[in-house]
């Protein structure tokens, strides 16, 4: 799925769209998040402040700009994220910090809240060409403490491996 964390690699790059680095070595370079040009919109979001599925559609509400009629869902969540048009940006970066707070007493919802990013960042991939690199409009930056970055990166992998209902 991704790659190993070492000391050299401040990164596990899970996807194109989706990478789990460490707050302590945060330095991963910029040329790796940031498009060459256009309009970017970053957010930057605290997992800490996201403990249940209403904290966590709250942050996002408030920090997407999530539009009134969101609903308050699962669906509505993840439809959220796969239009942001209403931002007018080429780009979009959500930063999460303390990731592996993230919904971390509920299983089920933070298995939909990954799969909705992870689902987000495929809709917003393409491939470029003629190189064939797979680039994405969307970018998920998974910040957390060195000791949870190897393991948040197996949860969320076995969460997306999981089929779905």
Not at 62 to 91: I, M, T
Request: with cysteine; aromatic share 10%.
């Amino acid at each position: 799925m991704g790659e190993v964390m070492t000391e050299e690699t401040a990164a596990i790059q899970l996807s194109p769209w989706m990478r789990v680095i460490t707050a302590e070595r945060g330095d991963v370079p910029l040329n790796e998040l940031l498009p060459a040009s256009g309009n970017v919109y970053v957010a930057r979001l605290d997992g800490q402040e996201m403990p249940d599925e209403m904290s966590t559609f709250q942050q996002f509400y408030e920090l997407l700009k999530f539009p009134e009629y969101f609903g308050w869902n699962w669906d509505a969540f993840h439809d959220c994220l796969r239009d942001l048009q209403w931002l007018s940006s080429d780009y979009h970066i959500l930063i999460i910090e303390s990731a592996e707070s993230v919904l971390s007493e509920d299983d089920d919802a933070r298995g939909k809240f990954f799969g909705s990013l992870w689902r987000a960042g495929q809709r917003w991939s393409y491939t470029k060409r003629p190189e064939g690199v797979t680039l994405s409009k969307l970018s998920v930056v998974l910040s957390c403490g060195k000791e949870s970055a190897s393991s948040l990166a197996r949860r969320i992998g076995e969460l997306l491996d999981q089929p779905s209902p």
